[in-house]
T-cell receptor, first 116, second 111 residues
Framework: NAGVTQTPKFRILKIGQSMTLQCTQDMNHNYMYWYRQDPGMGLKLIYYSVGAGITDKGEVPNGYNVSRSTTEDFPLRLELAAPSQTSVYFC???????????????FGSGTRLTVV | KQEVTQIPAALSVPEGENLVLNCSFT??????LQWFRQDPGKGLTSLLL?????REQTSGRLNASLDKSSGRSTLYIAASQPGDSATYLC??????????FGPGTRLSVLP
C-alpha cells in the first residue's frame, strides 16, 4: 500500500548510544517531516525537508540530525541518546500546498523510542 | 507564531450522541486546517482537510467547519459509535510555514 513507512516500530537505547530512524514514502511527495510526540504535549516539529538535498530545523532540533539524499527517504539520526529523547517519533510527507494534488499530511505509524 | 488549542482535553459520551470537538488558532491567516484521528499506540489518520476558501467539509458522519475570522474550527461527529473512540487532533497551516498541531481531544464513546 502506498504511504509512509517507518522502521523500527519500537526501540530501547542506552544513554549515549546512537541510532537512525528510517522513513520512506512512495507517493513522490517533495515535503517530508519528523515530529516527536510526548504525552499531553502534542506534536513538535524536529526537522523538515522541502526536497532532496534540502533540510531545515523545526521547533526542537537539538540532539538530532537528518539527511535527504533521495525524494523517498528521510532518515532521522539520534547521536548520544538522552532520556529526554524518550518519545514517539512520527514521519510525515506532503506535496506542495496549493497544488491540485495537495491533501495535507500523510503520517507513518510511528517509532516508540525509550532511552534508559 | 501560530498557536493551536483544543477544548475539551477529554470527552466521554454515550453511544448515539452527536458531539462537537473544538479547535482554536491564534493566526487567522491560515491556508488550510486538517483534522486527524489517532488511535492508542498508532499513527495519525487524516480525516478532513479544509482549505481557507471553504466553510466546511464532510465525510460520512463527520463534518468540519472553519471560521477564520473567529479563529475556530469544529469537528462534528453524528451518531457517535464506540469505534469513534480515539484522540482527535487539529493542525493549522499558514502558507510558507509548517502545520502547527493542537494537543488533541481524547474521545471515549461508551456502549
Amino acid at each position: 500500500n502506498a504511504g509512509v513507512t517507518q522502521t523500527p516500530k519500537f526501540r530501547i537505547l542506552k544513554i549515549g548510544q546512537s541510532m537512525t530512524l528510517q522513513c520512506t514514502q512512495d507517493m513522490n511527495h517533495n515535503y517530508m517531516y519528523w515530529y516527536r510526540q510526548d504525552p499531553g504535549m502534542g506534536l513538535k516539529l524536529i526537522y523538515y525537508s522541502v526536497g532532496a538535498g534540502i533540510t531545515d530545523k523545526g521547533e526542537v532540533p537539538n540532539g538530532y540530525n537528518v539527511s535527504r539524499s533521495t525524494t523517498e527517504d528521510f532518515p532521522l539520526r539520534l547521536e548520544l541518546a538522552a532520556p529526554s529523547q524518550t518519545s514517539v517519533y512520527f514521519c510525515a510527507s506532503s506535496t506542495t500546498a496549493g497544488t491540485e494534488a495537495y491533501y495535507g499530511y500523510t503520517f507513518g505509524s510511528g517509532t516508540r523510542l525509550t532511552v534508559v | 507564531k501560530q498557536e493551536v488549542t483544543q477544548i475539551p482535553a477529554a470527552l466521554s459520551v454515550p453511544e448515539g450522541e452527536n458531539l462537537v470537538l473544538n479547535c482554536s488558532f491564534t493566526d487567522s491567516a491560515i491556508y488550510n486546517l486538517q483534522w486527524f484521528r489517532q488511535d492508542p499506540g498508532k499513527g495519525l489518520t487524516s480525516l478532513l482537510l479544509i482549505q481557507s476558501s471553504q466553510r466546511e467539509q464532510t465525510s460520512g458522519r463527520l463534518n468540519a467547519s472553519l471560521d477564520k475570522s473567529s479563529g475556530r474550527s469544529t469537528l462534528y461527529i453524528a451518531a457517535s459509535q464506540p469505534g469513534d473512540s480515539a484522540t482527535y487532533l487539529c493542525a493549522a497551516y499558514n502558507y510558507g510555514q509548517n502545520f502547527v498541531f493542537g494537543p488533541g481531544t481524547r474521545l471515549s464513546v461508551l456502549p
